[in-house]
């Protein structure tokens, strides 16, 4: 089977997808003012590095924007089409999550749960499920 293509895998994310495996999903915070910081993003712009910790994010959020993918020039990916990705603000410290979206259609504004999901190739990504209940994607 072809593998999935991951991003960055540096040593700092390899803690972010070590969780991800066991189902938790975070996200670094600076502790002195409680934003939290964009992946790829290690340091405050304010504060700094030293007070930057990996918090765990709400289990719900708002899309904030989505888009439905109908062919991807990854094999892998494109087996999988069509699906939709997009950006989601957690509840808890108003990051910006990336994932799939599990609807069928765009949603943008609509609640979401945000909980990991085993592909079957064996690789856990982040998923939002729509609650109010728009998901025509079979649960697995
Ligand atoms: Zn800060």
Redesign the pocket.
């Known amino acids: 089977m072809v593998a999935r293509p991951r991003p960055n895998e540096s040593s700092h994310y390899e803690v972010f997808w070590q969780k991800i495996a066991q189902g938790v999903i975070t996200v670094d915070v600076?502790s002195?003012?409680n934003?939290p910081l964009p992946y790829g993003t290690l340091i405050?712009k304010?504060?700094g590095l030293k007070?930057v910790q990996a918090h765990e994010i709400a289990p719900t959020g708002q899309i904030v924007t989505s888009t439905r993918i109908e062919r991807h020039p990854h094999p892998l990916l494109d087996e999988e089409a069509p699906y939709t990705i997009g950006v989601v603000r957690e509840d808890r410290f108003g990051a910006l999550i990336y994932c799939r979206i599990e609807a069928e259609s765009d949603n943008p504004g609509g609640r979401v749960e945000i909980r990991t999901k085993v592909y079957r190739d064996g690789v856990t990504l982040i998923v939002a499920v729509p609650l109010d209940g728009s998901s025509t994607v079979a649960p697995s």
Do not use: A, I
């Open positions: 600076c002195s003012c934003c405050c304010d504060h007070d």
